[in-house]
Nanobody, 119 residues
Framework: QVQLVESGGGVVQAGGSLRLSCAAS????????MGWYRQAPGKQRELVAV???????NYADSVRGRFTISRDNAKNTILLQMNSLKPEDTAVYYC?????????????WGQGTQVTVSS
């Protein structure tokens, strides 16, 4: 099992910044993807930024250049620095980890943290 706890959400004006944190605990054996997703009202959950297997990063086009994912291995924490926020970034942000065992992927999700960007 992997436990993920997000923090750092809030209300910010357009153009502002927020930093989200995801504290992970449990077993990290065969965890090969960790990162951030978001879900806006009435929309499907979408990828924001993740670390993929091998340590590379993948960003959604809509956030590339504005958001930066990083990690603190000593604290088992994944961070998302969000700059130049836009109203369309308003969503619940979720931390996700994927454990790959053979042909199967097991997804772990945090409870989410609300980000609201006012215009």
């Amino acid at each position: 099992q992997v436990q993920l706890v997000e923090s750092g959400g809030g209300v910010v004006q357009a153009g502002g910044s927020l930093r989200l944190s995801c504290a992970a605990s449990g077993s990290f054996l065969n965890i090969n993807v960790m990162g951030w997703y978001r879900q806006a009202p009435g929309k499907q959950r979408e990828l924001v930024a993740v670390f993929t297997s091998g340590g590379s990063t993948n960003y959604a086009d809509s956030v590339r250049g504005r958001f930066t994912i990083s990690r603190d291995n000593a604290k088992n924490t994944i961070l998302l620095q969000m700059n130049s926020l836009k109203p369309e970034d308003t969503a619940v942000y979720y931390c996700k980890a994927v454990r790959k065992l053979g042909l199967y992927d097991y997804d772990y999700w945090g409870q989410g943290t609300q980000v609201t960007v006012s215009s």
